[in-house]
């Protein structure tokens, strides 16, 4: 049976290492995405001197049928992608400078999230079970649309040429004649003006 849309929990695996300017005291970087993980809260997972690595949360990657397209644009890419969105933690008795907002297999969305500049997206590679996951569904509800060429429309195939010009408007002389034909030609002082008829 077919269903509009799919759900798995996904880990997020989040690296904090030093900063390498005195403004920045650390650099933090989404590395992992961890499919059908249980719940977490910044656990520890590595560390290596000042380099940690933490499994940060488990949000819910959704998959929706009218998304399909977005989602074969994230398979194609090399490697698939599945995108992080991370957003500034502003309460002062956070010990982390970001927090996960949400995870996203389709690059559409994760454009529009970038687009805003309110939040920061982390490309992830897409593990080989994730890939069979999206896939498998993006196969199912993908549906390539044909390209139609646009028929031009001839406005004036039904309407007869009776010569040159509109023949609403009257013409007194020949139509093809130049501009300055029809300005008055410069004539001696005591020659009046000319034009042509």
Known sequence: METSKITMPLGIVIRRQPGVTRWAKHVWRVVAVLP???????????RDGDVVEFHAATVSLDLHRADAEAYMVSLSMEPPTVFVILRRD?????????AVHTATASAY??????????????????????????RSFTDVHFEEEQFKKRKRRRYFEDLKED???????RQTADVYRTPSQTKPTQSGPDKPKETLH
């Open 109 to 134: 969305e994760a454009q529009d999230y970038q687009d805003s500049g309110e939040e920061i997206v982390e490309p992830v590679p897409m593990p080989e079970g994730l890939v069979a996951w999206v």
């Open 90 to 98: 502003d309460d002062p008795q956070s010990l982390h400078d970001y």
């Open 36 to 46: 059908g993980a249980g719940p977490a809260d910044w656990a520890e997972l590595r």
């Open 163 to 169: 010569g040159i010009g509109d023949p609403r408007i």
